[in-house]
T-cell receptor
């Protein structure tokens, strides 16, 4: 069965420092991978996706993610964190029937 | 582009009453919409997949007679929580699958409180 793991419940980083939010996946076949962000009491916003092609995917708000097939990872990164990046981040993989399988989320706190 | 709206954003109802939540794709057509439930500080739980013009597909453990889903057009899906109870209190989020078939776009969510 397909699954997604976000090993960290919480990530803390100082403003201006680089940030990484980790995601690993388990799929049969080629993975379709996604990152979403959720601000408090809000719906989810799409950040970026990997379908095929270049392993480094650039997305919204300066975020990027690197697809690593050998490590089955799709970590979310940003070179310089902002306080406004503080939110809940979800990694997801899409099944063949188009349903998304979600990680449990990682709470990112960027400290001023 | 790719905006999904939900209405209402918040609703408080009495136990035993029914509540309807609307989900609209504002600038694109969505043959498939999804309804999720989210508990505080938890991930999303898929409740059902809604396909335009056909019956919704419910996830295991979700009561289809309690959570009625209608997807009557390519831009509108509704979720009706029937005979609501306090344990139905939650954050309900819909999403719409864009026609390219890859990305889902999410509504802002509806906070339901049953008293």
């Amino acid at each position: 069965a397909q699954s997604v793991a976000q090993p960290e419940d919480q990530v803390n980083v100082a403003e201006g420092n680089p940030l990484t939010v980790k995601c690993t996946y388990s799929v049969s076949g080629n993975p379709y991978l996604f990152w979403y962000v959720q601000y408090p009491n809000r719906g989810l916003q799409f950040l970026l996706k990997y379908i095929t092609g270049d392993n480094l995917v650039k997305g919204s708000y300066g975020f990027e993610a690197e697809f690593n097939k050998s490590q089955t990872s799709f970590h979310l990164k940003k070179p310089s964190a902002l306080v406004s990046d503080s939110a809940l981040y979800f990694c997801a993989v899409r099944e063949m029937n188009r349903k998304l399988i979600w990680g449990l989320g990682t709470s990112l706190a960027v400290n001023p | 582009g790719a905006v999904v709206s939900q209405h209402p954003s918040r609703v408080i109802c009495k136990s035993g009453t029914s509540v309807k939540i609307e989900c609209r794709s504002l600038d694109f057509q969505a043959t498939t919409m999804f309804w999720y439930r989210q508990f505080p500080k938890q991930s999303l739980m898929l409740m059902a997949t809604s396909n335009e013009g056909s019956k919704a597909t419910y996830e295991q453990g979700v009561e289809k007679d309690k959570f009625l889903i209608n997807h009557a057009s390519l831009t509108l899906s509704t979720l009706t929580v029937t005979s609501a109870h306090p344990e139905d209190s939650s954050f309900y989020i819909c999403s719409a699958l864009i026609s390219s078939g890859y990305e889902q776009y999410f509504g802002p969510g509806t906070r339901l409180t049953v008293t």
